[in-house]
């Protein structure tokens, strides 16, 4: 399989480049800045990509890569800082922007040079995403401009012979208008892309690793009905069914029907399925309980606690999967940053139940690819096109104490909130909505009477990291139609609010 390296060197964008070139059917990894030239060579990359940072290349002590990296003959492009980088290792200048002017943050009307490789037939004029404060004030020798903006006049520099590239501009942002092309132009045009990175293939390739690696031992996963650990299961479902052990710990804080439905997709399937009902289970430890992480905590050591459990059962374990996906793996590898929630993650389990290895087949997907994997495997769409669902569910959608009471109001509201989403074909645009419910009862007038009812908020955001996200513009009819049926058809809510804010500074889920 042909390997795109891209050396990380701090920048925000960076995970979507990875996305990017691997949506391009090119397979990626992304590794830190300061892998040795040894380690670069054992990759065997067709091709390098440099990417932004935060950081000015003139200062000493900013991050850099092997020098030996330019010597490979391997093409390489530089985003941003790391077209500064190629420039200033190769004999340009950097310097910072004297006058603002200089400087660009957002989208720019920036022309381009076509007979440059990256920009063969595209317009020649076009928006680019700019985001930089330093700049380009000497090209290296054997480079020449490629393309310009008003404010910068080395937006692109390119050296065709060494197939070196850089852009000042971001082109994994979707507001560079055809930042795509461009980064298919330099994997296919320059490195020599075949375009080898399919699921079809992943399939097939991690099924018979997965058979030579566990050879006659015992698999357990703890599945939680996300989409990781359901396509998880299948992947081993196909690869070792018949050692492979699954327990779901329906924790009693799903979506209506959803333990059924995870059911459902298994039940067929020569593996050993295991369902536990725990609702009342964590129902009792969740009693009087307000403080969200508290609640998260609990949850967390219950569902520890009931698969232990069950796991006891089963017996000797020797591989323990998990459902670890590649934003994980990237984002542990980063600095600490401040703990907003502590995110209860299923997949992030034990060292109490007694085996040898762990096994984590999707630790190199993106959450698109184990979709797409989850297709390939036969998953209904209905599971494998899941919005995210936090592990501690309905739990922290319920605010204040829950009760059975509150959840099942939750569960209506929120399942014609959904019904509805999809009747008016936004279930797919909207990166994530649910339903909440409040602990706000305030005063309404139903038929002649009085009522004291439960306050429902609805929240539908717009993300592609959920690091930050935008609330939806959501057409007024169908908010309409959802607060009048909610109304109307949930005892016991008697008012629907929908939520404006966006991420920071509210987070996605209430709690
Ligand atoms: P927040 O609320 O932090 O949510 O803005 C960002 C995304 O993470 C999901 N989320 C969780 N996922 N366990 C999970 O597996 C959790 O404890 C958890 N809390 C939040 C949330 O649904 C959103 O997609």
Request: hydrophobic share 40%; net charge negative.
């Amino acid at each position: 399989m042909q390997k795109i390296l891209i050396l990380d060197f701090g920048g925000q964008y960076n995970q979507l480049i990875a996305r990017r070139v691997r949506e391009l059917q090119v397979y990626c990894e992304l590794r830190p800045h300061t892998m040795t030239l040894e380690e670069i060579r054992r990759f065997d990359p067709i091709g390098i990509i440099f990417t932004g940072g935060p950081h000015s290349v003139y200062l000493p002590d900013s991050p850099r890569p092997d020098p030996g990296v330019f010597s490979l003959g391997v093409p390489i492009l530089g985003i941003c800082y790391g077209c500064q980088l190629l420039a200033q290792s190769l004999g340009g200048l950097v310097t910072a922007a004297q006058d603002a002017s200089a400087r660009e943050y957002g989208k720019t009307d920036t022309v381009f040079d076509p007979s440059c490789s990256l920009f063969r037939d595209l317009p020649e004029e076009s928006v680019t995403w700019m985001s930089h404060g330093d700049y380009l004030a000497r090209v290296p020798e054997g480079f020449r401009i490629a393309a310009h903006s008003a404010a910068c006049p080395t937006a692109a520099i390119c050296d065709e012979e060494r197939r070196f590239y850089g852009v000042q501009f971001h082109p994994e942002v979707r507001h560079t208008a055809f930042g795509g092309e461009m980064l298919r132009r330099f994997l296919y045009a320059v490195c020599g892309a075949r375009g080898d990175w399919t699921m079809a293939d992943f399939k097939r390739r991690s099924v018979d690793a997965l058979r030579q690696r566990v050879g006659s031992g015992r698999v357990l996963l703890a599945l939680s009905g996300g989409v990781d650990s359901s396509v998880l299961a299948a992947l081993l479902s196909e690869a070792v069914g018949r050692q492979l052990s699954c327990v779901f710990v329906d924790h009693g804080l799903l979506r209506k029907n959803e333990g059924d439905q995870v059911e459902a997709a298994f039940a067929g399937r020569s593996l050993d399925f295991r369902r536990v009902d725990a609702g009342a289970r964590f129902l009792r430890r969740l009693q009087g309980v307000t403080d969200p992480e508290e609640k998260r905590h609990i949850i967390g050591e219950e569902f520890i606690r009931v698969f232990e459990t069950e796991a006891r059962t089963i017996g000797k374990v020797d591989y323990l999967a998990q459902g670890t996906i590649y934003p994980d793996v990237i984002e542990s590898g980063l600095g600490q940053s401040a703990v907003i929630k502590s995110h209860h993650n299923v997949g992030g389990l034990p060292d109490f139940v007694d085996f040898k290895e762990i096994l984590e087949p999707l630790r190199l997907l993106f959450k698109d690819e184990v979709r797409q994997l989850g297709r390939e495997l036969g998953l209904p769409e209905s599971l494998v096109a899941r919005q995210p669902f936090p592990g501690p569910g309905l739990a922290i959608r319920v605010i204040g104490e829950v009760t059975e009471e509150k959840l099942r109001l939750l569960r209506e509201a929120d399942a014609i909130f959904r019904q509805e989403m999809a009747r008016a074909g936004l279930d797919r645009s909207a990166s994530q909505y649910f339903a909440v419910l409040t602990n706000l009862r305030t005063v309404g007038v139903m038929g002649d009477g009085r009522s004291y009812d439960y306050a429902i908020a609805l929240r539908s955001v717009q993300t592609s990291d959920f690091m930050t996200a935008d609330f939806t513009r959501l057409p007024w009819e169908l908010l309409d139609r959802v607060s009048v049926r909610i109304v109307n058809e949930v005892k016991g809510v008697n008012r629907v609010l929908y939520d404006i804010t966006s991420k920071p500074p509210s987070t996605v889920e209430y709690e």
